[in-house]
């Protein structure tokens, strides 16, 4: 194989294994409530889901998680920051009586930048 050849073989391939890197790191992160109790707590579950509640005091911070695809249901308006593994963030507003689906969620860290208290129930596999 050729040096140039060689060169571009690893300057492509570099970027792929970084990601699958990232990847799993991002799958080994534990779940939401083993990452931080202080936050999550599972009000309920069977053998096919889990009810959780999520309270954050204002200020306060959780731990790096990762959720499976789910529900929530926002208790509270709130104003959360959510901090993703590449070192980004975006403000999230929610709306208390309002609800979502989402698709899993490999590794993330959220943080209540609002005043007050802030209460989410989620619905996950188990």
């Not at 992160?29 to 999550?40: F, I």
Request: proline share 6%.
């Amino acid at each position: 194989m050729s040096t140039a050849l060689s060169r571009m073989t690893a300057l492509t391939l570099l970027p792929l294994c970084a990601a699958l890197a990232g990847s799993v790191q991002a799958q080994t992160l534990p779940r939401s409530y083993e990452a931080s109790p202080d936050v999550y707590h599972v009000i309920s579950q069977n053998e096919q889901f889990k009810i959780i509640l999520a309270t954050w005091k204002a200020g306060h911070r959780d731990a790096p998680h990762s959720h499976p695809a789910g529900a929530l249901y926002f208790v509270d308006d709130c104003s959360l920051r959510a901090h993703a593994p590449d070192g980004s963030s975006r403000v999230l507003y929610t709306k208390s009586g309002s609800g979502t689906v989402q698709a899993a969620i490999p590794g993330h860290v959220i943080e209540n930048v609002g005043s007050r208290d802030c209460r989410v129930v989620m619905f996950e596999p188990s």
